[in-house]
């Protein structure tokens, strides 16, 4: 949402909404590009780098107007990205490699989160701190995660037979309630529920132990990647800006998030743990010497070994840096 | 007489029956037994304690009611749109009663289809807004306006229409005359059933990526583990629904609605050509397969994630792995069929037998139907977690997400079908001083089939819903799980493919219902079937 400048019909008409002066004068809208950018996930802190770009107009001063599309249980980024409803759509390698598989023409070109927030949330006094502990354990999660975990007991040589996965939905719930001993969730989001609400737990991150999966990845279409090369760098431009004032304060973006947002529901305690802890999962050595959303053929190489295993294969051209180069370069 | 037809008439006179005083008490009882057990399991995250929610919904009051205003303006408008178009389809129906099976097929077929799929294509379409979420209301209320509204416009004797007839008058004087005003009753009944539905759709709806709503926040309540967030919006979703049902039945008293009559139809002569069954079959069909690829074609929807039919037929016949594309597919049909059917029955039954008993004992009423209306309007994603803890995740507990999705809905047609019993009957078995219990079976019983057979049909995609949504959430099996699964990693040629099948399941499914109902009916209520 850009701000418009100062017009005298804007400035007298108190009873115009900014809706309506810009319905009056599209003329002035259309000074920006429009583009959306379609989150993947209900807004949150997860997404604060954004949110700093737009407040603090890195968007608008290169002519972008970006206008950031909230995702929900079903609400699939790659549809409306395929579709060009938005210009760039926030998934993960397993995600886009899944679609690119089903003949979607999607390019990975950043990488937001280095480390993959997948982990496995145990409690204190059962608890799960490498993969060797899941052996006889229950473990909750959704079962199209199946192949996460598959590639976690393949990776680390553990027998998964030995392991009973039962489908929960999505919250930290059943871990609590004792219907099972660990949960596959992100690091960044039940276990942060869980200490807000005073249950202690112990996250075991799956990056840790070989799991290399690139997450909150941007991705665009092939044919954006062709023709709308300016607009993509602008883009990208604004979020390495955006995510660089976020690393600078984390605090900060937490509190943006929920004034951005006052319709979210979000709790800023919440919002600054959250802040706090997705920092280490998209900020590296590599982000500090080449800058945020980097990678390279190792990383690349390194995706591609466990896409493989969830039964994912992709080529090392699916991740495509020449945007980053440019907004880097 | 006066006090047996004053509860014959309807739910409303059962809760003006309730005493004030012991309903006030058995409130606080509940209260008290709630924040009790609340308080008793704390540690284990299952029930918010009465204070805690209202506790919250204080703290919370301005987001509270935000959300609400967004959610209500989709629902409302939903509400508007969908029972327009059910209405609408109705009248289409009794004007070209040889469209009855085709129209009725693609009814149930768009009814039938999920919000995995459902959900990205509205969002494409709309872009950022309420679109898809008012859709998506709509969608939810249209079917069960459509069957009641039909049955309703049928419910006419014989005699006005050949008065209307011998006039030299035809069809739209009839519409006007007779079938509109007997509707009505229907009418009142669909659009009960309608209030909640399309408050639910309309919070589904915001699971497709919208910006605030009721919707919004469960999600972000279950995931945080915020209980008492969890309930103070499953307790506005509940009194909102019950609010409007009480409203919807305010204004279908207000109406004034004419007594039943006997309606002395004629039997239905059975002598429908061999050819004729299949013949209609087949064109609701190709009509369906046109209606598919047409509508992605004329909104230019991506193949990548809006598969067309022979997109399907390549998926499941001719493309690589074909085959055991089919087995997986067929696998999970299997499992889903094998728990919806149980919980369908069990739903029907249970929603008939407490229609009958609550005509039998009317005050019980004022209890069940608002438990019914709480149930029926909560998103089953809130009350899953409650309903798995209770049960587990096994077949009792998916059976019973079924039977309590479709049972309201059986509920409340049933008890309209139920006041529908003409008068000069019970005044026939009153003369006779017959007991409840035969009234019951002789007069009140036939009156009812109709509407009950109208809730047989609508319950079809309502069990759908309802076993693909536990197994999705809960269970992991089945084609609830296999849709989830598939849309996740963006395969959708097997999205469509489960769409197709469930969708020619129900179609199945439904014609079997629809001749059971005409064997019934021809004995019964000929009037239903008249051409």
Redesign the interface.
């Known amino acids: 949402m850009h701000l418009p400048t100062l017009t005298r019909r804007l400035f007298l008409g108190g009873t115009l909404s900014t809706a309506g002066a810009a319905l009056l004068a599209p003329g002035r809208a259309r000074a920006q590009d429009a583009v959306?950018l379609q989150l993947s996930w209900?807004?949150s802190v997860q997404f604060g780098g954004s949110y700093l770009a737009r407040k603090n107009g890195y968007w608008r001063d290169a002519g972008l107007e970006v206008?950031l599309?909230?995702?929900?249980?079903?609400?699939?980024v790659?549809?409306?990205v395929?579709?060009g409803?938005a210009l760039v759509g926030i998934s993960a390698a397993d995600?886009t490699a899944?679609?690119v598989?089903?003949?979607?023409p999607f390019r990975i070109i950043g990488v937001a989160m280095q480390k993959n927030p997948f982990a496995i949330a145990s409690l204190p006094d059962n608890p799960v701190n490498s993969p060797a502990d899941l052996v006889g354990k229950k473990i909750g999660m959704?079962?199209?995660n199946t192949p996460v975990l598959e590639a976690l007991c393949s990776i680390n040589g553990v027998d998964i037979g030995g392991i009973e996965v039962?489908?929960?939905?999505?919250?930290?719930?059943p871990l609590?309630?004792?219907?099972v001993d660990c949960l596959l969730c992100w690091a960044t989001?039940?276990p942060v529920?869980?200490e807000?609400?005073g249950?202690e737990s112990v996250t075991m991150l799956l990056a840790d132990h070989g799991y290399s999966v690139h997450s909150q990845t941007y991705i665009a279409t092939e044919d954006s990647l062709a023709n709308r090369r300016d607009q993509l760098v602008a883009l990208m431009k604004g979020e390495v800006m955006g995510w660089q004032d976020y690393q600078a304060d984390p605090e900060a973006a937490a509190a943006l998030s929920v004034e951005m947002?006052?319709?979210?529901?979000?709790?800023l305690a919440?919002q600054k743990l959250q802040a706090e802890r997705q920092v280490p999962l998209m900020f590296s050595d590599l982000t500090e010497a080449e800058g945020f959303g980097w990678f390279t053929e190792e990383t690349v190489a390194a995706n591609v070994e466990t896409l493989k295993l969830l039964g994912k294969p992709v080529s090392p051209d699916l991740w495509d840096r020449s945007i980053l180069e440019e907004v880097h370069g | 007489m006066s006090a047996g037809r004053g509860t014959l008439r309807g739910g409303p006179a059962a809760l003006r029956a309730q005493h004030p005083l012991p309903r006030g008490l058995g409130l606080l009882l509940v209260l008290l037994i709630w924040e009790g057990v609340a308080r008793a399991t704390a540690g284990s995250f299952i029930i918010a304690a009465p204070s805690q929610i209202a506790g919250y919904m204080v703290s919370h009051s301005g987001l509270l009611w935000r959300a609400f205003g967004a959610t209500l303006a989709s629902a409302v408008q939903g509400f508007v749109w969908g029972n327009l178009a059910g209405v609408l389809l109705a009248l289409l129906v009794v004007l070209l009663p040889r469209g009855e099976r085709l129209l009725s097929a693609l009814a149930l077929l768009v009814f039938c289809l999920p919000l995995v799929a459902t959900g990205p294509i509205l969002r494409v379409l709309y872009g950022p807004g309420t679109g898809p979420q008012v859709t998506l209301a709509a969608l939810a209320v249209y079917y069960t306006t459509f069957l009641p509204v039909l049955v309703g416009l049928r419910a006419a004797p014989q005699g006005w229409f050949d008065l209307v007839r011998s006039y030299g008058r035809g069809r739209m004087t009839a519409l006007r005359e007779v079938r509109l005003p007997a509707a009505l009753p229907y009418l009142v009944a669909g659009l009960q059933i309608a209030a909640p539905a399309a408050f639910l759709g309309a919070m589904v709806g915001e699971f497709t990526g919208a910006e605030r709503g009721l919707g919004v926040l469960t999600v972000r309540a279950l995931r945080a583990l915020d209980l008492p967030a969890t309930w103070a919006i499953a307790v506005i979703a509940a009194g909102v629904s019950m609010l409007a049902f009480a409203a919807v039945g305010a204004l279908g008293r207000r109406l004034d609605l004419a007594p039943p009559e006997v309606l002395m139809a004629p039997p239905v002569a059975r002598s429908r050509r061999p050819w004729e069954a299949p013949a209609q079959a087949l064109l609701a069909l190709a009509a369906a397969l046109l209606i598919w690829k047409g509508s992605m074609e004329v909104f230019g929807l991506p193949r990548f994630f809006a598969k067309r039919p022979e997109d399907v037929w390549f998926y499941l016949v001719t493309g690589p792995g074909a085959e055991a594309q089919r087995a997986r597919l067929f696998a999970a049909l299997g499992e889903t069929l094998a728990l919806a059917g149980p919980g369908y029955l069990a739903g029907l039954g249970l929603g008939a037998g407490l229609a009958l008993l609550l005509a039998l004992a009317p005050r019980l009423g004022g209890a069940v139907i608002p438990l019914s209306i709480a149930l029926r309007s909560i998103p089953i994603i809130a009350t899953a977690p409650l309903i798995v803890w209770a049960l587990g995740r096994g077949a009792a507990g998916t059976i019973t997400v079924v039977a309590v999705m479709i049972f309201f809905p059986t509920l409340i047609a049933c008890r309209h079908g139920l006041a529908r019993t003409p008068r000069a009957v019970l005044d026939l078995f009153e003369v006779y001083a017959s007991s409840p219990l035969r009234r019951l079976l002789g007069a009140q019983l036939p009156a009812m089939l109709p509407a009950f057979f109208a809730s047989a049909r609508m319950a079809i995609p309502a069990a759908i819903l309802a076993v693909t949504t536990a197994e999705w959430l809960a269970t992991g099996r089945g084609i609830g799980a296999l849709m989830a699964t598939v849309a996740s990693t963006s395969d959708y040629g097997m999205l469509w493919s489960a769409i197709a099948l469930v969708g020619l399941a129900a179609v199945l499914a439904h014609a079997l219902v629809a001749a059971l109902e005409r064997a019934v009916l021809a004995r019964t209520s000929a009037e239903q079937l008249a051409r």
């Open positions: 959306a209900l807004h206008s599309l909230p995702g929900g249980p079903n609400a699939p790659e549809p409306p395929v579709a409803t995600y899944a679609a598989n089903q003949g979607a959704a079962l199209a039962v489908p929960t939905q999505y919250d930290a719930a609590v309630q004792g219907q989001d039940l529920a869980m807000i609400q249950v947002f006052p319709d979210a529901g979000l709790d919440t």
